[in-house]
């Protein structure tokens, strides 16, 4: 079984600043994959980048980026640059690579807003 | 391209009844997902469908049931729904089973009364 857990329930971030939002996980699959959707007010879910366990290197996707420590179990989301439309609920989400099936295990979500 | 949608956006039932929610992937997508997201428990995988099949599903009960067609619309039924039913259902579609991307439709609000 695998578990993700956000521990921000919410955050201020002032315009054109950086936040990270923080993301720990335990599986005991040996593949899996991360992932990072954003939930604007309007419902939908909006991916946004993705990291694979076997991933040397950190996903970057514009200005977002993922820091992804192993050992440590963390998936940490980096927003560069905020923009007041970057203000919505993210989640972390994670699934077994093996196993196959787009069946995806979320954490509880992590509100942003945005100040000008 | 259009994304994918699900119908209808809201929704309003009585409890002990039934209720179809409705999700068309993007054109060529065969495998749809699709989610509840209560306030209580968060996103919770309900099922998964690839080519008419269902793949996967969560740790929902046997009211909740779905199906895929032939050309990858997939349907969603709860039947004497409770008001814990109440939430946000969402669909989501990719390509094939096992894309790391997957395309979220808008969601379904269900109200149960």
């Known amino acids: 079984a695998q578990k993700i857990t956000q521990t921000q329930p919410g955050m201020f971030v002032q315009e054109k600043e950086a936040v990270t939002l923080d993301c720990t996980y335990d599986?005991?699959?040996?593949?899996?994959?991360l992932f990072w959707y954003k939930q604007p007010s309007s419902g939908e879910m909006i991916f946004l980048i993705y990291q694979g366990s076997y991933d040397e290197q950190n996903a970057t996707e514009g200005r977002y980026s993922l820091n992804f420590q192993k050992a440590r179990k963390s998936a940490n989301l980096v927003i560069s640059a905020s923009q007041l439309g970057d203000s919505a609920m993210y989640f972390c989400a994670m699934r077994p690579i093996k196993a196959a099936g787009n069946k995806l295990t979320f954490g509880g979500g992590t509100r942003v807003l945005v100040k000008p | 391209k259009a994304g994918v949608t699900q119908t209808p956006r809201y929704l309003i039932k009585t409890r002990g009844q039934q209720v179809t929610l409705s999700c068309s992937p993007i054109?060529?997508?065969?495998?749809v997902s699709w989610y509840q997201q209560t306030p209580g428990q968060g996103l919770q995988f309900l099922f998964e469908y690839f080519s008419e099949t269902q793949r996967n599903k969560g740790n929902f009960p046997g009211r909740f049931s779905g199906r895929q067609f032939s050309n990858s619309r997939s349907e969603m039924n709860v039947s004497t729904l409770e008001l814990g039913d109440s939430a946000l259902y969402l669909c989501a579609s990719s390509a094939r089973t096992g894309d790391n991307e997957q395309y979220f439709g808008p969601g379904t609000r269900l109200t149960v009364t």
């Open positions: 054109s060529g997508h065969r495998s």
């Open positions: 599986t005991s699959d040996q593949s899996y994959g």
